[in-house]
């Protein structure tokens, strides 16, 4: 709720009105959008869930964004199905691929089987999480007896299939995109951390995420590369308004997509987004700077239609 007051504030800080709305349920939110004037949503949830914990995707999940289209209320973000084809990591590796954008090679178990792998060391992962949730030092895998433990686990405390790709040995970068069209601006980081938090592999674990331990700063290398990649990706999703990507080195020093977010973090100062704006536009206050840019082509782009 912190960062929510801290969106709020900053919105209005750019000249727009703004109010709260909570909700658990459909009914709760569409009671509290009908309580007062709504010219646009910016949601922090994709669906509604009984769960906080994890995002999972049950089958019956409700997702913000088909209820605003229901309602004909424009939001902030991208599209519904676009945040589903995000939500699902194989579905955006999947499109991507087909679309000549290089993410690393890729398979979803199920409906495949940890003996149809033939990629080592693999990297394992949930296939609709965020966070870096369900990744540990087990992660990567060497053999196809560790393979098939993670994938258990992953189904097992999880509920839901695990996302095998090739490991990606190299730095690590997040982009963030923010606007569309001629006013969209991509700025291109580069994550480190200290080579003490990590294990055998350097891993971006759950417990390195949002502790201070991540260091973001402009890149010396890939800069340009970053950033005609995640364009690409975005105009192959049909991104909007604000997203962030998280691309790797592989073993050839070219970089691959592993993730894009539809629902990026915005803590001030923590999340990488506003720790990306504030590197490329520092003067002033850059938190209610990039909430305003996003806010205004969200709002132009709605208008447009």
Not at 123 to 134: A, C
Not at 160 to 167: C, F, G, I, N, P
Not at 216 to 241: M, N, T
Request: aromatic residues 8%; proline residues 7%.
């Amino acid at each position: 709720m912190q960062v929510t007051e801290a969106v709020r504030e900053a919105v209005l800080a750019n000249g727009f009105d703004c109010r709260i709305v909570t909700a658990e349920n459909r009914s709760e939110m569409e009671k509290g959008l009908s309580a007062g004037p709504c010219d646009i949503v910016w949601s922090c949830l994709y669906f509604f869930s009984e769960r906080e914990d994890i995002i999972g995707i049950p089958p019956d999940a409700v997702w913000v964004a088909d209820v605003l289209d229901e309602l004909h209320i424009p939001y902030i973000g991208p599209s519904a199905q676009t945040m589903k084809d995000l939500i699902g990591k194989f579905d955006t590796h999947e499109i991507l691929s087909a679309a000549g954008v290089r993410v690393p090679r890729h398979v979803l178990c199920p409906p495949a089987r940890p003996e149809d792998i033939s990629f080592f060391p693999a990297f394992v992962k949930p296939n609709g999480e965020s966070r870096s949730v369900g990744i540990n030092e087990n992660s990567v895998a060497e053999t196809p007896e560790a393979l098939a433990a993670q994938i258990r686990f992953i189904r097992e405390e999880l509920q839901q299939a695990a996302l095998v790709e090739e490991y990606l040995p190299g730095r690590e970068y997040t982009v963030m995109v923010i606007g569309n069209g001629k006013k969209r601006e991509i700025l291109p980081g580069r994550v480190t951390v200290d080579e003490k938090y990590y294990g055998k592999y350097p891993v971006l674990r759950s417990d390195l995420r949002g502790v201070g331990l991540t260091c973001v700063s402009i890149p010396q290398e890939h800069q340009e590369e970053a950033a005609q990649l995640a364009g690409k990706a975005c105009d192959a999703l049909r991104c909007d308004d604000h997203v962030r990507i998280d691309m790797r080195e592989g073993a050839d020093g070219r970089l691959r997509i592993m993730e894009v977010n539809g629902i990026p973090g915005l803590k001030p100062v923590k999340s990488w987004s506003p720790q990306i704006y504030s590197l490329y536009h520092p003067v002033g206050d850059p938190y209610t700077a990039l909430i305003g840019k996003i806010v205004t082509c969200a709002w132009e782009r709605a208008n447009e239609k």
